[in-house]
């Protein structure tokens, strides 16, 4: 078991340096609204469709990464964002624009805008304060419920566990390449709710195990 143990840990670290390696050199492979890229917009007075334009940069656009999205309440606007956009392919949109919505716009009206990446560091960062103030009281927490066990280890286990946990997580995404983004922070939220659900669980195996052997054993029990 021992063994076992050694080696995962082995494992573990070892991903954790191949994921720092790529990190260093690559960097994370992020989802489109987080990398650079380029974004139009269009507008009329009588509304746009959705599922339209969407089409539209479907075919000029091809197979580069790109997404549409309204960006007025009352639906008449809407922006393409693509990681990449010539100004032949911002033509070709509007005319096409033009001719579904039997529209006069311009295309010298309309400039592309260049938008830079977002660092994963300024993504990440809202979380860090709220997520260590949540460590801090669940720590507190177990420490005053699991008080009779080896309060090191459950601090050691409370604070190590989740940082190498998330670590683990990071690392993978960037050797796999998967994207970084929404879903990204969400699987990293549910590991964390996951790792302190697992510890809990564990300190109370041995709580209950340890209240069994003062059971067990009656000399043995410790004032408070």
Known sequence: MRTKNIILYVIICLIIIAGIAVWDSKGFNTELQYS?????????KTGIELSDMEQI??????NTRHFVQ????????????????????KNQIIDKFNEKYDE???????????????????????FIIPGALTLIIILIYFLIVYRKLNWIKIMVKTIVYPVIAELLLYSIMAIVRIPFGRLAIALSIGLYLIIILILANIFEKQRSKYVEELKNNPDDRKED
């Open 57 to 62: 940069a479907s075919e000029v656009l091809g």
């Open 104 to 126: 006069d716009v311009k295309s010298e009206n309309i400039n592309i805008l260049y938008i830079p990446f977002t660092r994963v560091k300024d993504v990440i960062e809202p």
């Open 70 to 89: 309204k960006v007025e309440l009352f639906g008449n606007a809407v922006s393409i964002v693509s990681e990449q956009m010539s100004e032949e392919q």
């Open 36 to 44: 650079s890229r380029y974004q139009i917009q269009i507008s009329n």
